[in-house]
């Protein structure tokens, strides 16, 4: 650690939680704890924001036990942020770092905060003062470029999973329609996490749609009809971000023909969360076109928020890999490097295993991954067993549930 500099360090967390983002915020903590050159370990105080008001904790004292605690409780025990830092905001936090004698700098969080972390770095280095940026993954929609996953999809994708799976068997005791919309704006990661628990081929869900593809009334309808033909019933996921063929969130489309105003977040996007409107919709028009004169026992659920912090559910697998981004972040700081991010790669082979790098953070900043192609069937209603092998690591032990009918 010849490299070592003498000075604060800073860490924050940022965006939509998860239930396991304290993972790693344990994980830089306990790295740094022992540096006698870094005197003060401060958490931020609602990410960005906390920085620019110079509200911080002091985390260098935390116990071991307390530590421990924290890092198996969901969401973010520093306060989270949906600011979007322009280059006038990242001025500010900059200003604070100078006054506060910050040489380390972790954000936690997605491209947006990868994003921030990027200009700030770019401004210390423009000014000649010695920063060590570093931004750690979160994200519950896997969507960050470079790394094969993020910290934070495995235990949302092992909720998701779970809750289809006991879905499915609820729908099979009382046959008809269901319509559960999963977290996924852009990305359909997490729908596609749905298919994970199936007990076999006869199992919902027995429709996947994810934004990656345009989605059609009407070829819904369709598909609709003809899985309860052959089922007798039918179990559909489907994404938040589903997107017509104008591109346009369908939820969206259909506040704004009623004449809704579209709430939107700090970064532009429209709000998708929160609302029971897609499943209503689409329960309404299932109603209608499929069910015809004959009455159908349609229902829709919104899984929203507690897939990203149900507590004591998390994966393992998830646990272990935030904590050890956390960590990887804090040495690769120590020992000399400027920025970067942390990402995993998967070896080549059967047996599961990951290696932790450092990759530059204009690689992940403001780009999103979607779902690949060769991860959804060629009818845009399923997904194929590629994915399942792709995730089953990640998401660790489910449920083992059986059936007679």
């Known amino acids: 650690m010849s490299n070592l500099i003498k000075g604060n360090a800073v860490i924050g967390q940022s965006g939509g939680p998860t239930a396991v983002i304290n993972q790693s915020l344990v994980g830089v903590i306990e790295t740094l704890k022992g540096?006698?050159?870094?005197?003060?370990?401060?958490?931020?105080?609602?990410?960005?924001?906390?920085?620019?008001?110079?509200k911080f904790f002091d985390l260098k004292d935390i116990s071991k036990t307390d530590l421990e605690c924290i890092a198996n409780t969901p969401a973010a025990a520093l306060g989270s942020s949906r600011d979007k830092p322009d280059e006038a905001y990242c001025e500010e936090i900059f200003k604070i770092f100078q006054k506060n004698d910050?040489?380390?700098?972790?954000?936690?969080?997605?491209n947006d905060s990868a994003d921030a972390a990027r200009i700030i770095n770019e401004m210390a280095e423009a000014e000649d003062y010695e920063l060590r940026t570093f931004h750690v993954p979160k994200t519950i929609d896997n969507d960050l470029r470079v790394t094969d996953h993020t910290p934070g999809y495995g235990s949302a994708a092992r909720f998701v999973a779970s809750a289809f799976a006991g879905e499915d068997r609820d729908n099979a005791s009382l046959a008809g329609i269901k319509i559960s919309i999963v977290m996924g704006r852009d990305a359909g990661w997490l729908t596609a996490s749905s298919v994970l628990g199936?007990?076999?081929?006869?199992?919902?869900?027995?429709l996947v749609y994810v934004p990656e593809v345009t989605f059609s009334i009407d070829k819904f309808c369709d598909d609709v009809k003809a899985a309860y033909d052959k089922h007798g019933r039918c179990l559909i996921a489907a994404s938040e971000g589903i997107k017509d063929s104008t591109g346009t969130p369908v939820v969206v489309g259909l506040a704004e023909r009623l004449g809704h105003t579209?709430?939107?977040?700090?970064?532009?996007?429209?709000?998708?969360?929160?609302?029971?409107?897609?499943?209503?919709?689409?329960?309404?028009?299932?109603?209608?076109r499929v069910g015809g004169k004959k009455a159908l026992r349609v229902r829709s659920d919104t899984y929203g928020y507690l897939q990203r912090s149900?507590?004591?559910?998390?994966?393992?697998?998830?646990?272990?890999?935030?904590?050890?981004?956390?960590?990887?972040a804090a040495q690769?700081?120590?020992?000399?490097?400027?920025?970067?991010?942390?990402?995993?790669?998967?070896?080549?082979?059967?047996?599961?295993?990951?290696?932790?790098?450092?990759?530059?953070?204009?690689?992940?900043a403001r780009h999103t991954r979607d779902l690949p192609a060769k991860f959804i069937n060629k009818a845009g209603n399923g997904i194929m067993a590629g994915y399942v092998k792709y995730a089953t690591p990640l998401v660790g032990d489910l449920p083992k549930l059986g059936r007679i009918f």
Do not use: W
């Not at 540096?35 to 008001?53: F, Q």
């Not at 910050?102 to 969080?109: A, D, H, N, P």
């Not at 199936?198 to 027995?206: A, E, F, Q, R, Y």
């Open 102 to 110: 910050v040489r380390y700098f972790f954000y936690i969080g997605g």
């Open 332 to 364: 690769l700081a120590m020992d000399g490097s400027q920025d970067g991010t942390v990402v995993m790669k998967r070896a080549t082979g059967d047996k599961y295993k990951i290696s932790y790098h450092r990759a530059e953070l204009k690689d992940v």
């Open 262 to 288: 579209v709430e939107r977040d700090s970064h532009g996007n429209p709000q998708l969360s929160g609302s029971g409107a897609l499943g209503d919709f689409l329960s309404e028009i299932v109603k209608q």
């Open 35 to 54: 540096c006698r050159s870094i005197p003060k370990i401060l958490g931020a105080n609602h990410g960005v924001r906390g920085i620019v008001e110079n």
């Open 198 to 206: 199936k007990i076999d081929d006869d199992c919902g869900p027995h």
């Open 310 to 328: 149900f507590a004591g559910y998390a994966s393992p697998v998830d646990q272990a890999e935030a904590r050890e981004c956390g960590r990887k």
